[in-house]
């Protein structure tokens, strides 16, 4: 019996031993697959941040899909990390944003980052969330737009037909490329997005607007009838309060997603309570999507037909020495009809004295000093803003943002009224400036008549002001509306310095999510009528 005892026992042994030690060798194995992944991630991330601070950004962004490939969770840290210190460039930047969106339990991690950092007074790591958050339905926003587009112009050739001459099969590839797009937003309207989606709701609830107004713009895109009723529960709290960007942020996206922009919130209730379990953004054709102007609300200024509905604002304006040229060029008695008169005798001609004061009425630098001051006098009491100028050198109106009392605005007046041309274009200076002025500052109206160009010989190259303004306002979502002189003489003839400059005053505007506004003369308005 003993005997039979030790045999089993024996007889397990042998069984137990390899058992165990297959077992230790596999967890050994795993353990150093995994460190070795480890430590290959780690040299990953000193390869990124060395291809960055050299401004290898397609090298940057290589590297960054490298990481992703691993899928573990200490290569969606890294890449977080990554792309929350080091992606200073756009496209990295936005590559970190979509490789980290892609990996498996993104959400989950964003979840648990958000609740841990919410308490933090630094809004900026929570803009990073929603960034990254926010770009499968950014994508997902900009293809069906492209479909709605098309679904539009077929309408079009359906109702008047093609162009003569016109290839005839064009309407056909319109159809085979809208099916195309409806396959890849399929792809896009995944469980997984709406989870996004979900979470999303969570951030229209922070303390920072501009985190808030980075969930709505993510809404807006998503064209989700998820984002409806949270969007109609903030539009109700922001009512109460004073209405700043937000509160248009907010109406924005509802009337884009629904085509709908009532004034009361109880009718906001009762349009939505009816459709919104049928409701659906992207299977609706409405004003809201097909760019029409949505009607105006309120009473706040306009700078060149933009209503300025920010509470926190910075005017930027030219003062370059091309800022004197006469716009309005068919003036009796100017010696150069192509947009490049200063009046008087610069330009080799003679005028009257009603003439020349015509003139000075219509110089480039007027007109920016006559809108500014339009808006300057009826901006409300609660408001914060400033001004900035720029030539060759910059400066401004106070040394930070001030409020809009009666007082502040006499003396802004007072300081427009002084504003002369000279100089060169230095434009990036003047846009840091900006950005410099306020934490508050949520908007920025800037008005220009050149392309960058600090000496006056050569312009300055843009693509590096452009990657300056991400850096700067990656986390805080600062839109800038740009404002550009109407690049044709009276007479019809093209001005090629001024189209140039608008070409990229539009680059700067969409880089922000801004308009672009061209200022045209207004043949009604005189010295003795001037529009005030």
């Not at 042998?14 to 795993?30: E, K, S, Y």
């Not at 706040?300 to 040229?325: A, H, L, Q």
Request: charge should be neutral; include cysteine.
């Amino acid at each position: 019996m003993i005997w039979q005892q030790r045999a089993s026992r024996s007889l397990l042994a042998l069984i137990l031993v390899p058992v165990i030690c297959g077992f230790l060798l596999v967890q050994t194995d795993v353990m150093g697959f995994a460190s070795a992944d480890s430590k290959e991630i780690k040299k990953l991330v000193k390869d990124f941040k060395k291809a960055v601070r050299g401004e290898e950004h397609d090298n940057a962004i290589d590297i960054g899909r490298q990481i992703a490939t691993y899928g573990t969770e200490d290569a969606m840290e890294a890449l977080y990390d990554l792309g929350y210190k080091e992606g200073r460039n756009p496209k990295v930047y936005s590559s970190v944003c979509e490789e980290l969106s892609r990996l498996d339990g993104i959400i989950e991690f964003i979840s648990e980052r958000y609740d841990k950092i919410d308490s933090k007074s630094d809004f900026r790591e929570r803009m990073y969330l929603a960034d990254v958050l926010a770009f499968p339905t950014n994508k997902r926003g900009e293809i069906n737009d492209q479909i709605m587009k098309l679904a539009k112009r077929l309408r079009e050739i359906e109702e008047d037909g093609l162009p003569p001459g016109a290839d005839p099969s064009i309407p056909d590839r319109m159809k085979q490329q809208q099916e195309s797009l409806k396959k890849q937003l399929q792809r896009l309207r995944g469980t997984e997005n709406d989870e996004a989606l979900t979470l999303m709701v969570e951030f229209l609830g922070d303390k920072s607007a501009f985190v808030q107004g980075a969930a709505v713009e993510a809404f807006r895109k998503s064209q989700s009838s998820i984002g409806v009723q949270p969007l109609i529960t903030l539009l109700e709290k922001l009512v109460r309060k004073r209405k700043d960007v937000l509160y248009h942020q907010v109406r924005d996206a509802l009337w884009e997603l629904t085509g709908q922009d009532f004034d009361l919130i109880e009718e906001w209730h009762s349009w939505w309570e009816p459709r919104q379990k049928t409701f659906d953004p992207m299977e609706e054709i409405h004003d809201g999507k097909t760019g029409v102007k949505r009607k105006r609300r309120g009473n706040d200024p306009e700078f060149w037909g933009v209503p300025v509905e920010s509470k926190n604002i910075v005017f930027v304006i030219d003062t370059s020495g091309s800022m004197r040229y006469v716009h309005k060029d068919d003036i009796p008695g100017l010696g150069r009809g192509d947009g490049s008169d200063g009046g008087g005798s610069s330009g080799g001609g003679q005028q009257t004295q009603e003439q020349d004061r015509l003139s000075k009425f219509w110089t480039r630098m007027e007109m920016a000093k006559r809108e500014l001051r339009k808006v300057l006098k009826k901006m409300s009491k609660d408001a914060a803003f400033n001004c900035v100028r720029f030539d060759t050198t910059v400066s401004k109106f106070k040394k930070k943002a001030t409020p809009a009392s009666s007082g502040n605005k006499k003396s802004a007046l007072k300081w427009v009224d002084g504003l002369k041309h000279n100089g060169n274009t230095n434009t990036l200076d003047s846009l840091m400036e900006a950005f410099g002025q306020d934490a508050r500052t949520n908007t920025i109206f800037f008005l220009s008549d050149g392309l960058p160009s600090v000496d006056g010989k050569i312009n300055d190259p843009t693509e590096p002001i452009l990657d300056k303004v991400f850096e700067m306002n990656r986390f805080r979502k600062i839109k800038i509306h740009c404002f550009g002189f109407h690049p044709f003489t009276q007479g019809g003839q093209q001005m090629p310095g001024l189209a140039s400059a608008n070409t990229w005053l539009k680059r700067l505007a969409e880089s922000t999510g801004g308009t672009y506004t061209n200022m045209k003369v207004d043949n009604k308005l005189n010295p003795d009528n001037p529009g005030d």
